[in-house]
């Protein structure tokens, strides 16, 4: 069956859809409505047709789903919006700049029979994925701690929306979702305790530009999700311990190595000669001692995600990303604003 998609907001990411798109079949726009007359030029350029307004856009009978591409603040009203129309919607991410909003949109569905997903994309990073199934395995033996970071070095882009909290901006509401997202993946059936959260104000006064949180799960695992912006150093993308092992995951989409125990050599360890005296405590096993493995990339598709809407649309399949998923990472979010702000662990119990 064929689909027709239009797209609301032709700004980065509304090209990137408009790219991948393109390599999808029976998908296709009909057109983009944005708000920005270099954008409407570039998509004139494309061969796009170009909505005169929004009015235009939700009333054109050939698309049967809409993406919303626009700032986070926008989000809720264009999606209702859209529903309300009658089409199907894809929204980017975050869904919207607090839970009470994505219960509006949640509501909205029901109350049109329409499917309303968010573009939580990064369920197809392959640093993700490698992580998620490695933690199904027993190779580190007792998983006890994930850490999940991103660190960049040029704060929060300037001359963006991004910078300013009416508008749903801050690097929790941007990274912050993706990344709360995967870790509420990998434990998935698992409850959050506890969560305890510091952000960032070193580039940005008005919104966070980044943040350390720690997830206390049910089973006693911590998960510490980190994302920087004045970090010129980058720490590992993943780092993952468990009682037999370590592993690392240096950047995105690139290979990960294992270290486990190997034997009982524990005390057969060189000590480590530091200014104040030696120190076995801290030194490392002897290489004949531990195993090392390198953790496979691991394939990817990220078509897959309109692949599946359009089945959901036909009623053959189940969405991938389900609106309670998200609704629970976004009541997530508003735990790590409020620790952040009184600087006091929140008892999250979901
Ligand atoms: P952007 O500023 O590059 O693009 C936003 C576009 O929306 C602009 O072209 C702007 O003119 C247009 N716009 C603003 N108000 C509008 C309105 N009322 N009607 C129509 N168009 C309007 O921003 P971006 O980086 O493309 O981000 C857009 C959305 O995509 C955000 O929600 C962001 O969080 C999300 N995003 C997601 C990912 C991801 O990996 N999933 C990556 C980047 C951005």
Redesign the pocket.
């Known amino acids: 069956m064929e689909h027709k998609i239009a797209i ?7 090209h ?1 859809h408009y790219d991948l798109i393109q390599k999808i079949d029976d998908l296709s726009i009909s057109g983009i ?4 007359e270099k ?1 409407q030029k570039d998509a004139e350029d494309k061969g796009l047709r170009v909505y005169k307004d ?1 009015d235009e856009l939700l009333d054109d009978q050939r698309s049967d789903l809409v993406l919303v ?4 603040d ?2 809720k009203k ?1 999606s209702i919006l859209s529903l309300e129309s009658g089409k199907n919607v894809v929204c ?3 869904a919207a700049i607090s839970s009470v909003e994505v219960q509006e949109m949640i509501d909205a569905a029901n109350c049109t029979g329409k499917f309303l997903t968010i ?4 369920r197809w990073d392959q640093d993700y994925k490698m992580v998620r199934d490695l933690i199904k395995t027993d190779k580190l033996g007792g998983l006890w701690r994930i850490e999940s970071r991103v660190h960049g070095s040029i704060g929060i882009p300037a001359d ?2 991004r910078q300013f909290q009416e508008h ?1 901006g801050g690097m929790v ?2 990274w912050g979702v ?1 990344l709360f997202d995967q870790i509420t993946q990998m434990f998935r059936g698992e409850k959050i305790k506890k969560v305890y959260a510091a952000l960032t104000h070193v580039t940005n006064l008005m919104v966070d530009d980044g943040f350390t949180v720690e997830l206390t799960m049910e089973s006693g695992v911590v998960a510490l999700v980190e994302a920087g912006t004045s970090n010129f150093i980058s720490l590992p993308r993943w780092y993952v311990l468990g009682s037999e092992g370590t592993a690392e995951i240096k950047n995105f989409a690139q290979k990960g190595e294992i270290v486990c125990a190997r034997g009982n050599g524990a005390d057969d360890v060189m000590p480590v000669l530091t200014a104040a005296g030696p120190t076995k405590t801290m030194a490392p096993r002897r290489e004949e001692n531990i195993h090392r493995e390198e953790l496979p990339l691991i394939e990817s598709d990220i078509r897959e995600f309109y692949q599946n809407v359009m089945r959901v649309i036909e009623g053959k399949e189940e969405s991938l990303i389900k609106m309670t998923e998200v609704k629970r990472v976004m009541q997530l979010m508003e735990a790590v604003f409020e620790s952040g702000e009184t600087g006091e662990p929140v008892y999250f119990e979901s």
């Not at 591409?69 to 986070?72: D, G, M």
């Open positions: 609301i907001g032709f700004g980065g990411m509304g990137w409505y944005d708000i920005d954008q929004l591409a626009t700032p986070n926008l989000h264009l980017e991410k975050p573009h939580q994309n990064r963006h929306w749903g509401l941007d993706h």
